[in-house]
Structures are given as structure tokens and as C-alpha cells.
């Protein structure tokens, strides 16, 4: 039982990034629940944004000056009760798209959401083809070979007039 | 098996290669600016040097360049000389001084020569932060709605300067036009 903990726990483990400065972000209102909900959704945020001046860091785990001022502004906005979808067009209206690690969906990024998928379905299509074609050509025998055709598949294979002692 | 199918692995070889071969040359940090053609961000600040207090409206009936500085920013001190030659050739800028200090900020000024009509005191960086701005330099080229027109990130230079020369003097055109 214990090694099945153990193995679940190493299995289930999320992946979590510490926030640099993690300290200076205290949620400490006067409803709990409230501060847990706020605390989930600057983790989350600070995670799921980008550091507009780095090219692959996120929010949480950037030191880049200007994602400490975001991180900040961020703080802010969730402990003033700021929604989700408020503070990241916040962001995006300032940073751009760059900064969502999780693009809208919309007609530039159709591509990128939809791209695998169709790239999926085109290798089931062709597989399926290929199989069905295989399936279609008859198998062959060794009776249906002519008389020359016999011949020369036993010059090839060594056969020597009846004589198997190869 | 048509013959020509066994092209396409090759096909598709060579349009990968290109596409490959095209992003060894772009610029990753050349993120498109959310604030083209958007109307400059509401502030209300003092200036470094007189200290009164300017707004938006202040960039309007007349075509700026608004470039973001610090003395802390090694780039800002390589364009400023490039700035102040601009200024005496008539064009007109307006600094937003960026998460600076004051005394430091107005000593840079005193000794270097000031390019700015005025430098705006963005000591908290929220008027940065509502410009978008990522670090310093960058300078956008407002057009005389008060509307941006154009960002460039990083210092602005006698060889990087032709082509923003041309969209500066589309917007001095543009706004002559209007005004006739």
C-alpha cells in the first residue's frame, strides 16, 4: 500500500514552476476560501502568461524587470477581484497575443489550433487507403506461375534439376 | 504506383527546408505592437524639468515621436546623441522618463543635451505599462489625432533611421494635408 502511494504520488505529481518573488504575493483577506480561489488564479495566470520581453518564460518564472511589474500588476488586479478573462485582456491589449501561452482561437491561429488534427486525419486517410489497396491485389501462388516463370524462380532459389541438396 | 508519387517525400523535404531556411531570418523579438493604430493611452503626469502637468491631449495638433528612456538604460545613452541631432533638424519628441529617478534623470539631460520637448515623470511605469512597453528604448510615432502609428523597439539610429524617416514624414505630410 505504501509503494502504491508513493507511485501515485510520483505519477499524479503536477508540474508546478515556483513564482520568483513568490513571498511578496499574500493573499490575506478576511474570507479564506476567497483568498484560496485568488491564489489559484494568479498561480494559474503567472504561469499561462508570457513575459513579453522573453522569448519562452513565463510570468512566474521570468526575473526580467518588466515580468516583475506584471507580476505585480497582476497581484493587483486578482486581489482587487479582477475575473480571468478582464486581466488577460488587460494584458493582451497592451502586450498582444504574444503574451497568451494559450492563443484565441480565431483566423490566424486556426492553423495552429486545428493543424494536427487535420495533419491526423490525412495520415488515418492514407493509411487506410494503402491497407484497403494491399487487401485488393490477390495473393499470389506458386501454381499460378507459367512454366518459364517457374523456371527462372528456381535458377534463382539454386535448384538444380531435382536436386535439393543445397 | 504512378512514378510521380515518389516525389512527394522529396516535395515535402524541400518545402520544409524553405520554411526552415525563411525563419533563420526573421527576428523573434519582433513582436507586432498591440497599440498600432490605437489612440495613446490616457496619462496625467508631471514633467522632469518645468513639473507641470501634461495629459494626452498634449500630443495632439502636431506630430510626435514619444520615446521611452532611463538613465539606468545603456541603449537610451548610444541613441541619445542620434535624438538631440533629430530635435535640432525640427522633429519633435516628447520623452516618458521609465521607472527613473528624477536627479539622476535631469542631470542626464543637463549634461547630454535635452532632445525633448518635455519628458514625462512615469516614475510607477503606468504609463509604460498601458504603452505596452518592454523595455527601453522604444519610441512610437504618434500621428496629430494623437493616434500611434508605428512603435520601434530598440534605439533609433543614423542607419536604422531611413526608413522611419519616411513614415515620419508621411505623418507630417498627413497631418499638413488635414489641416489645409
Known sequence: MR??????SILFSTFSLAIVDGHEYVFDGENKKENEAKAELFNELAQELRCPKCQNQNLADSNAMIAGDLRRELYQQVKAGGDEQSI????????????????????????????????LVIAVICLIVIVRKRKQQPELDEADLSEAQKKRLDELLGKDKGDDHV | MKRWTLFIPFIIFVLLGFLLWRALYLDPKDIPSALVDKTFPEFNLPTLVSGETKTQASLQGDVHLVNVWGTWCISCKVEHPFLVKLAQQGVKIV????????????????????????????????????????????????????????KHQGPITQANWAPLEKIWLDLVNEAKGGSQ
Open chain 1, 3 to 8: 509503494y502504491f502511494v508513493l507511485f501515485a
Open chain 2, 95 to 150: 520623452g516618458v522618463n521609465y521607472k527613473d529617478e528624477n536627479e539622476p534623470a535631469r542631470q542626464w539631460l543637463q549634461e547630454l543635451g535635452n532632445p525633448y520637448l518635455y519628458s514625462v515623470d512615469d516614475e510607477a511605469g503606468t504609463l509604460s505599462m498601458d504603452l505596452g512597453v518592454t523595455g527601453a528604448p522604444e519610441t512610437f510615432f504618434v500621428d496629430s489625432k494623437g493616434v500611434i502609428r508605428h
Open chain 1, 88 to 119: 488577460i485582456d488587460f494584458m493582451v491589449d497592451r502586450y498582444g497575443e504574444f503574451v497568451l501561452y494559450r492563443p484565441k482561437v480565431n483566423a490566424m491561429t486556426y492553423v495552429l489550433w486545428y493543424g494536427p488534427i487535420a495533419l
